[in-house]
């Protein structure tokens, strides 16, 4: 969340005559500012827009009420984009989009990435968006922030469903740069923006031996930002996406002439000849004693409609075994592409598969179990 700068809480706060009852937007304000250290963000962002609208009401086109309007944005920007739209339409109307007072964040750019990110943008928005940030980017070079990155990764988002991939790997790139340098300690941001430019690369209409070496490289580093993950409900989902992209690019990079040696210095799995890519073998247990020893487990088939277009990809799943060998609580962890029929392949063939029933404390192992399903021709 942005915050409003010193300068302006003492603005606020002292220049208000104290003579009497104190004005109804500053009471508010300061309990705004109250449930906001308390952690009451609901209180805290309906006060500060009564602060605002008591603002106007009591002292009009003031610079006060830009302030508390940019105060209000501020808070919502991120959680209700919508909701931020009106206060930075008229914090910019009082005082101008280079009021000093906005230097936290330039409200011109928050009010551009408002209007792209609400959920009813045009198509039209989101393009004075895209030409207004590559703009700004390029004449307030001392603006980088957080907003900014924040900015580039949803250009990127929408440069890719626009299908210009071009476009979104440089947009994904340069919000990777600004997160790592601003938001470290945002870690699914800063995978999910990798993922992204993955994404892109891929989409591209080549995809070389150097860009496949690469965007494995982006992909190693967006899976090494999180830990372990101890139960199968609550695995992150940027990251079972991660490893799903990365499988996927391993068989496109093995396509396209990457060496086995390369792949395996990226950290890639690569079955020797004759082993099947649709492992029916788990890869989560590392002790011989938990391993699962299959009776069957036949990869899926290759979705017909898939195969017809040339589409490859991967999905990644959790699941456990019941005591008698059957597989239960299977659940997508991450897929590559999203929303094609790869995933329900898998799981179709998932629910036929059968281990020898455990032989050992379920405690004692993994309290689940992973398996990957690359999709692929034979190269």
């Not at 940019?70 to 009106?86: C, Q």
């Not at 990110?117 to 070079?141: G, I, W, Y």
Request: with cysteine.
């Amino acid at each position: 969340m942005i915050r409003i700068l010193i300068a302006a809480l003492f603005l606020l706060t002292c220049s208000t005559v104290s003579v009497g009852a104190e004005p109804a937007y500053l009471e508010a304000y300061k309990a705004s500012n109250a449930a906001y250290e308390q952690g009451d963000l609901t209180a805290a962002i309906n006060l500060a827009e009564t602060a605002w609208r008591e603002a106007e009401k009591e002292i009009g086109a003031d610079n006060k009420t830009s302030i508390l309007a940019y105060n209000f944005a501020s808070m919502v920007l991120y959680v209700d984009p919508k909701r931020a739209i009106e206060p930075l339409q008229r914090a910019l109307a009082i005082a101008g989009p280079y009021s000093e007072q906005f230097a936290a964040e330039p409200a011109e750019l928050m009010l551009a990435y408002a209007s792209a990110v609400q959920e009813d943008a045009t198509r039209k928005q989101k393009s004075e968006f895209l030409k207004f940030l590559t703009t700004f980017d390029k004449e307030n070079t001392a603006s980088a922030s957080e907003l900014l990155a924040k900015a580039w990764f949803r250009a990127a988002a929408i440069y890719q469903v626009r299908k210009r991939f071009f476009a979104a790997e440089k947009a994904a790139k340069r919000s990777v740069e600004l997160f790592d340098e601003f938001v470290p300690n945002d870690i699914r941001s800063r995978a999910s923006v990798r993922i992204i430019a993955v994404a892109a690369m891929v989409s591209a209409p080549m995809l070389r031996k150097s860009r496949s070496k690469e965007a494995l490289a982006l992909l190693n580093e967006a899976i090494d930002f999180f830990g372990p993950q101890p139960r199968l409900e609550t695995y992150d989902s940027v990251l079972g996406l991660a490893i799903a992209w990365k499988s996927a690019i391993a068989t496109k990079a093995n396509l396209v002439g990457v060496s086995d040696a390369a792949l395996s210095e990226l950290g890639v799995r690569v079955p020797r000849k004759g082993q099947t890519r649709n492992p029916g073998k788990d890869i989560s247990s590392t002790d011989n004693i938990c391993t699962v020893n299959w009776i069957s487990a036949e990869p899926p088939e290759y979705p017909v409609g898939m195969l017809r277009q040339g589409v490859f990809g991967s999905v990644f799943i959790g699941y456990r075994l019941s005591d008698d060998g059957k597989v239960k609580d299977k659940r997508v962890l991450g897929e590559a592409p999203y929303g094609t029929p790869f995933a329900d392949a898998a799981l179709e063939a998932m629910d036929k598969w059968r281990a020898e029933p455990k032989q050992y404390p379920s405690e004692v192992c993994e309290p689940y179990h992973t398996v990957s399903f690359k999709y692929q021709f034979s190269r």
